[in-house]
């Protein structure tokens, strides 16, 4: 199990491999610690999330404006720009990533209807994740709590319904093009253009031109973050221009570009630690 942590302050998050098993499933197991009276920060568009708060209550405030209390046992829908937290602290939170074809398994509504929002998931899940907190708070390091997440996944996993694996690995490997056009997922697939919009909606929570859009930013971004230049990131991503690279980057991170190189958010930062991990997908380790 590999796993990476980089403390600012009073601030750290941890990151864990899930077991082979579940990586169809999940993307990458985090703890997130903050010692301080108030945290304050924003982060990226990203994957749809599971998350249990261990202590800290707060709100989330969306990139629509949307703002929602945090539930103790949370499920973040895909988000399609910079989510602000605030949360009274101290904080502690465990989580995992829930890839496209983990949300088709584990949920029976479309990902698009929880864009940019955040759902109770005891309300989802009822018993099978209402002692979480305690047993969680109960391990003693995070190597443990990945162990009991992992059995919690797999019961779920198990009692969810067959998700489209074929289809999502096929979007995965188009959103890793250098290029994804939505005709080439298109004729990919073999379905009609309504279907594949479809079934993006439901395992993506976005259209194929959104999520390409989306990926194309946050994979600058993180080249930009390992030290590329601007100009390279621009050039090998496929933006039209200049401004149209700006305006995309922030879109999607709520930073331009050049802050990414010289003040990235500290949450971001952090985040940003995932794509270490080179023996996962290109969709968690490249967005």
């Not at 197991?29 to 202590?55: C, H, I, M, P, T």
């Not at 939170?93 to 759902?119: H, M």
Request: charged fraction near 25%; aromatic fraction near 8%.
């Amino acid at each position: 199990m590999g796993d990476a942590m980089q403390p600012t302050g009073a601030v750290t998050l941890d990151y864990a491999v899930p077991p082979e098993d579940l990586r169809a499933h999940l993307s990458v197991f985090y703890e997130f610690r903050a010692d301080v009276a108030a945290f304050e920060d924003s982060d990226k568009a990203d994957l749809a999330q599971f998350r249990v708060n261990l202590a800290g209550e707060g709100e989330y405030r969306f990139a629509d404006g949307h703002v929602q209390r945090v539930p103790r046992i949370q499920i973040v829908g895909p988000t399609t720009g910079p989510t602000h937290i605030s949360m009274r602290g101290p904080v502690h939170t465990v989580g995992v990533g829930l890839l496209p074809a983990g949300w088709g398994t584990l949920l029976d509504f479309e990902a698009s209807l929880l864009v940019n929002r955040v759902a109770d998931a005891v309300e989802l899940f009822g018993d099978d994740v209402r002692g979480a907190p305690e047993a969680l708070a109960a391990c003693a390091t995070f190597g443990e709590r990945v162990v009991l997440g992992s059995a919690l996944a797999r019961r779920l996993i198990a009692r969810g319904r067959s998700a489209a694996f074929d289809f999502t690995r096929v979007v995965d490997n188009w959103l890793a093009s250098p290029h994804p056009e939505v005709d080439d997922l298109v004729r990919a697939t073999g379905l009609s253009r309504r279907q594949v919009e479809r079934r993006c909606n439901a395992y993506y929570g976005s259209p194929p031109k959104l999520l390409a859009r989306k990926y194309r930013a946050l994979k600058a971004t993180i080249a930009i973050a390992r030290g590329q230049s601007n100009a390279d990131a621009l050039s090998d991503g496929g933006f039209y221009d200049q401004s149209h690279f700006i305006r995309e980057i922030k879109a999607f991170t709520g930073v331009t570009p050049t802050r990414i190189h010289d003040d990235l958010p500290t949450l971001a930062t952090l985040t940003l630690k995932r794509s270490e991990f080179v023996e996962l997908g290109p969709l968690i380790t490249k967005a």
